[in-house]
Nanobody
Framework: HVQLVESGGGSVQAGGSLRLSCAAS???????IGWFRQTPGKEREGLAA????????YYSDSVKGRFTIEETKSETTIHLQMRSLTPEDSGIYYC??????????????????WGQGTQVTVS
């Protein structure tokens, strides 16, 4: 049973950048790692995902062109590089894992294992 730990959150000014990390407790080959954002009063939103076996990436329209999801060569850490941040990007960021990405990559109900989240504040 893999465990996930997010890190890298913090406070940044609008227009700035942050790099989030999702560290897995074990090898996560042939899985889908997704990044999600939770803001008060809104449903958790799928932002990006990566298929760790084919490196295929997925992005929501809200972050496409600004965020980049990538994995380390060790395939145990997934990063989310965030650029051109706006206050609307503030929230708690979570990573999660499931088997295969496909058309359900952005659905929270499709993921079984989640990290504890890391706070991002853009002002």
């Amino acid at each position: 049973h893999v465990q996930l730990v997010e890190s890298g959150g913090g406070s940044v000014q609008a227009g700035g950048s942050l790099r989030l990390s999702c560290a897995a407790s074990k090898y996560i080959y042939r899985n889908c790692i997704g990044w999600f954002r939770q803001t008060p009063g809104k449903e958790r939103e799928g932002l990006a995902a990566i298929a760790t076996d084919g490196h295929i990436t997925y992005y929501s329209d809200s972050v496409k062109g600004r965020f980049t999801i990538e994995e380390t060569k060790s395939e145990t850490t997934i990063h989310l590089q965030m650029r051109s941040l706006t206050p609307e990007d503030s929230g708690i960021y979570y990573c999660a894992v499931k088997v295969g990405c496909g058309t359900t990559w952005s659905l929270t109900t499709a993921y079984k294992t989640w990290g504890q989240g890391t706070q991002v504040t853009v002002s």
